[in-house]
C-alpha cells in the first residue's frame, strides 16, 4: 500500500557530502514520523536522524552537527543532508515513516530498501 523509495547514495571522500532522499507514496492520508536508520557491514541497523509531523528532530550523538534531516510534506519527501563524512558513516541507509494508510485510524511503520553511502578514506 505503501512504498519508500531512497536515492542518493553513492562513493564520496572523506570530509564529502551527500544528500539522501526517500520518498513515499501509495494510498497515504498522512506521515507521521519520518527517520533514517543505517547498517553497516556485520553490525545491527542504527538509529542516525528522526523527524517529527511537526518538524521536531533528534540526531544519534554519532551524527550530531555533521547531519541534518529535513522534509516536504507536499512531496511526502524526507531528506539528510550528510557532511564532513567519514569512512564510518559507510552503510546502507534506510528510510522509515510512519504512515496512516487512507481507511486506516492508526499509522504504520514502511521501510525502504536502502541505498548505499561509502565513505572512503
Known amino acids: 500500500q505503501v512504498q519508500l523509495v531512497e536515492s542518493g547514495g553513492g562513493l564520496v571522500q572523506a570530509g564529502g557530502s551527500l544528500r539522501l532522499s526517500c520518498v513515499a507514496s501509495?494510498?497515504?492520508?498522512?506521515?507521521?514520523?519520518m527517520g533514517w536508520y543505517r547498517q553497516a557491514p556485520g553490525k545491527q541497523r542504527e538509529f542516525v536522524a528522526f523527524?517529527?509531523?511537526?518538524?521536531?528532530?533528534n540526531y544519534a550523538d554519532s551524527v550530531k552537527d555533521r547531519f541534518t534531516i529535513s522534509r516536504d510534506n507536499a512531496k511526502n519527501t524526507v531528506y539528510l543532508q550528510m557532511n564532513s563524512l567519514k569512512p564510518e558513516d559507510t552503510a546502507v541507509y534506510y528510510c522509515?515513516?510512519?504512515?496512516?494508510?487512507?481507511?486506516?485510524?492508526?499509522?504504520?511503520?514502511?521501510w525502504g530498501k536502502g541505498t548505499l553511502v561509502t565513505v572512503s578514506s
Open positions: 522509515n515513516a510512519d504512515v496512516t494508510v487512507v481507511g486506516h485510524y492508526y499509522g504504520t511503520k514502511y
Open positions: 501509495g494510498s497515504i492520508f498522512s506521515i507521521n514520523a
Open positions: 523527524i517529527s509531523s511537526g518538524g521536531s528532530t
